[in-house]
């Protein structure tokens, strides 16, 4: 590879922040930072490629379907973009296939291939629980105009990937139809290790929020 790795880093944040930087869901430029410096932080522990964990990790929600117009639109965004760098075709290659795989919509994806994919799955997944992840929750549940608790609307056991953002739901739902479950989902043993404290968090979180609800 013979692309300057710092300029294209700081090409791909600037790219982010125009594609995502008003997202009020929870994916704005700020999810893109954590997940790229988490990755990062892993990769580096996990011996895996640093760089391009972190540029993966910038560029992961670019094409996702909620975001963009299609999945295949946000693709060619960032394949224009990693060949407008001199990014070697074997590169562009490893993260365009990382950003394809990796999302959860239920589960039933194919997995994820190189460690570099696994360990920025595993820094999104960490972005989705724990203080952030809660935050991020209520954000896209408002967002997409649900309760942010509802007694007698009962949490899913299966969804299918295509209702897996139908129906009505609610945020509190959200827990124990994705959050909870992600923690047994790490890929890396430094993902499960930093997801525990995070995990524990969100089942003190639910524990008070009960509570109140019921004036306890
Ligand atoms: P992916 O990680 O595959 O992009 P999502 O886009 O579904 O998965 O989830 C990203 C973030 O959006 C998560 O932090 C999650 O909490 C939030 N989110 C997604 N769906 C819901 C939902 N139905 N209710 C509340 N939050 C949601
Ligand atoms: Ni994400």
């Not at 996990?46 to 972190?54: I, L, Q, T």
């Not at 999945?71 to 394949?79: F, I």
């Amino acid at each position: 590879m013979i692309v300057n790795k710092e300029d294209l880093l700081e090409a791909a944040r600037a790219f982010v922040k125009d594609e995502l930087g008003h997202d009020s869901s929870g994916h704005d430029y700020w999810h893109a930072h954590r997940v790229s410096e988490l990755a990062g932080r892993i990769a580096a522990i996990e011996s895996a490629d640093v760089f391009v964990c972190r540029l993966t990790g910038l560029l992961h929600d670019i094409a996702d379907e909620k975001l963009n117009e299609s999945e295949e639109a946000g693709l060619q965004k960032v394949e224009y973009l990693l060949k407008h760098h001199m990014v070697d075709d074997k590169t562009i290659n490893v993260v365009l296939e990382i950003i394809q795989t990796m999302s959860f919509k239920g589960g039933g994806m194919p997995p994820v291939r190189t460690l570099e994919g696994k360990i920025v799955q595993d820094a999104d997944r960490l972005d989705a629980i724990g203080a952030i992840g809660i935050a991020r929750a209520f954000a896209y549940s408002g967002k997409a105009g649900q309760l942010i608790h509802d007694p007698e609307i009962k949490p899913r056991e299966h969804i299918e990937k295509e209702n897996y953002r139908k129906g009505k739901n609610t945020a509190i739902n959200h827990f124990y139809e994705k959050l909870l479950k992600l923690k047994d989902m790490m890929n890396t043993k430094t993902a499960r290790d930093l997801a525990e404290k995070r995990h524990r968090f969100m089942c003190e979180f639910l524990e008070h929020f009960y509570d109140e609800w019921e004036m306890k």
